[in-house]
C-alpha cells in the first residue's frame, strides 16, 4: 500500500512553454501532498505544500507564478512549470501524506519527473 | 551553514561489510529523524524513522540518535550489492513539520 504515482516520468520541452506533471496517490487519500525539487547530487528542496481545497505554501525564493500547484482532490496534486527555461531542468519529485493515519505524518514519496528544458 | 550536514560520498564497500553512515545538524528543535533510501532516478523511500534519542533496529539496519551532539548515524550489516543507492537522511522539528534533508550519500556495494 501507500503508492505514490507521477506522470509523466520524463519530459523534454523547449524553452518558454509550459508543463505539467501530475501526481497521485493509488491507494490512500492524502491530505497534503509536497513538491520537491532534486538537482544532481543535490538534496531533495522543498518546493510547495498543498493541501487539498486550499492554495499551496510556497517555499521563501520559490516563485509562484512560476510554479503552479492545483490539488483538486485528495487523490491528485498537479504542479505546472510555467514558461520553463534551461535553469527549471531538474527531477521532480512529490510526496503525499495519508489522511489521518498515525500520529506520524510519513511522507511517500513519487518515482519523480526528470524536466529537461532545452 | 546548512541546518543539516551529510557527506556525500561516495562510499565503497565490499560486499558483506558494514556500511556506516551519518549527518550532523544544527537545530536542536529537530526531534524526528528519518533515513530514507533513493535508487538512481526514483523517489526516496524510508527506510528508518526514530523520535528524539536512542537506537532502533530493523533487520540488517540500525539507527542512532545523539542529541547531545546532534549526530545521527545509520548503519547497514552485511551489505548486500543491492543496499548500492545514495542514502538521504531528513529530520523535522514535529510530526508534521517540514523535512529538512542532507545532501545524500552515495554508497557502492561491490561483489
Known amino acids: 500500500g501507500a503508492v505514490v504515482s507521477q506522470h509523466p516520468s520524463w519530459v523534454i520541452c523547449k524553452s518558454g512553454t509550459s508543463v505539467k506533471i501530475e501526481c497521485r496517490s493509488l491507494d490512500f487519500q492524502a491530505t497534503t501532498m509536497f513538491w520537491y525539487r532534486q538537482f544532481p547530487k543535490q538534496s531533495l528542496m522543498l518546493m510547495a505544500t498543498?493541501?487539498?481545497?486550499?492554495?499551496?505554501?510556497?517555499e521563501q525564493g520559490v516563485e509562484k507564478d512560476k510554479f503552479l500547484i492545483n490539488h483538486a482532490s485528495l487523490t491528485l496534486s498537479t504542479l505546472t512549470v510555467t514558461s520553463a527555461h534551461p535553469e527549471d531542468s531538474s527531477f521532480y519529485i512529490c510526496?503525499?501524506?495519508?489522511?489521518?493515519?498515525?500520529?506520524?505524518?510519513?511522507?511517500?514519496f513519487g518515482p519523480g519527473t526528470r524536466l529537461t528544458v532545452l | 551553514q546548512k541546518e543539516v550536514e551529510q557527506d556525500p560520498g561516495p562510499l565503497s564497500v565490499p560486499e558483506g561489510a558494514i556500511v556506516s553512515l551519518n549527518c550532523t545538524y544544527s537545530n536542536s528543535a529537530f526531534q524526528y529523524f528519518m533515513w530514507y533510501r533513493q535508487y538512481s532516478r526514483k523517489g526516496p523511500e524510508l527506510l528508518m524513522y526514530t523520535y528524539s534519542s536512542g537506537n532502533k533496529e530493523d533487520g540488517r539496519f540500525t539507527a542512532q540518535v545523539d542529541k547531545s551532539s546532534k549526530y545521527i548515524s545509520l548503519f547497514i550489516r552485511d551489505s548486500q550489492p543491492s543496499d548500492s543507492a545514495t542514502y538521504l537522511c531528513a529530520m523535522r522539528t514535529d510530526s508534521w513539520g517540514k523535512l529538512q534533508f542532507g545532501a545524500g550519500t552515495q554508497v557502492v556495494v561491490t561483489p
Open positions: 498543498s493541501n487539498e481545497g486550499s492554495k499551496a505554501t510556497y
Open positions: 510526496s503525499a501524506s495519508p489522511q489521518g493515519r498515525g500520529s506520524y505524518n510519513e511522507q511517500f
